[in-house]
C-alpha cells in the first residue's frame, strides 16, 4: 500500500495534473521520451525534473532500452501523487468526511486537526 508522498516541495495543480498524465501514458506501456516530450507538450528540461518528483515521490519507473515505463501497477503509482487543493468550503468538507473507508477517514482526522483547541 502506498504511503503519505514524501516531501517533493510545493506543486501546483498544473504539474500535478501533468503527472498524473504521464503515468496516465506509462501505464499504457513503455514509451520513449520524444513520444512523451510530444504528447505531453513538453521541453526535456521540465520532462527531467518532473521525472525527479516521481522519483521523491516514490513513484516506480525505469528507463530501459530507451522506452520510459511504470514498475508498479497505475493505481499505486497514483496513491503517491498529491491531489491539488481542491478549495473546498467547510460545508463540502464536512459532507466528504461522512461515509466508510479511508477517504472520509482522512477527511475526518484532518477537519479534527484543524477543529483542535491549541
Known amino acids: 500500500m502506498a504511503k503519505n508522498r514524501s516531501d517533493a516541495g510545493p506543486m501546483t495543480a ?3 495534473a501533468r503527472l498524473y498524465q ?3 501514458l506509462l501505464s499504457k506501456g513503455p514509451q520513449t521520451r520524444e ?3 510530444r504528447k505531453l507538450r513538453m521541453l526535456p528540461r521540465g ?3 518532473d521525472l525527479q518528483t516521481l522519483r521523491q515521490l516514490r ?3 525505469v528507463l530501459a532500452d530507451h522506452h520510459y515505463r511504470l514498475t508498479e501497477r497505475f493505481e499505486t503509482a497514483i496513491a503517491r501523487l498529491p491531489f491539488p487543493d481542491p478549495l473546498l468550503n467547510w460545508h463540502e ?7 466508510r ?8 482526522e ?3 486537526q484543524l477543529t483542535a483547541l491549541h
Open 22 to 24: 504521464l503515468l496516465l
Open 59 to 61: 513513484v516506480g519507473f
Open 35 to 37: 513520444f512523451l516530450l
Open 110 to 112: 484532518r477537519i479534527r
Open 14 to 16: 498544473r504539474r500535478s
Open 101 to 108: 473507508g479511508p477517504a472520509p477517514k482522512k477527511m475526518k
Open 47 to 49: 520532462f527531467y525534473r
Open 93 to 99: 468538507a464536512l459532507q466528504l468526511s461522512r461515509g
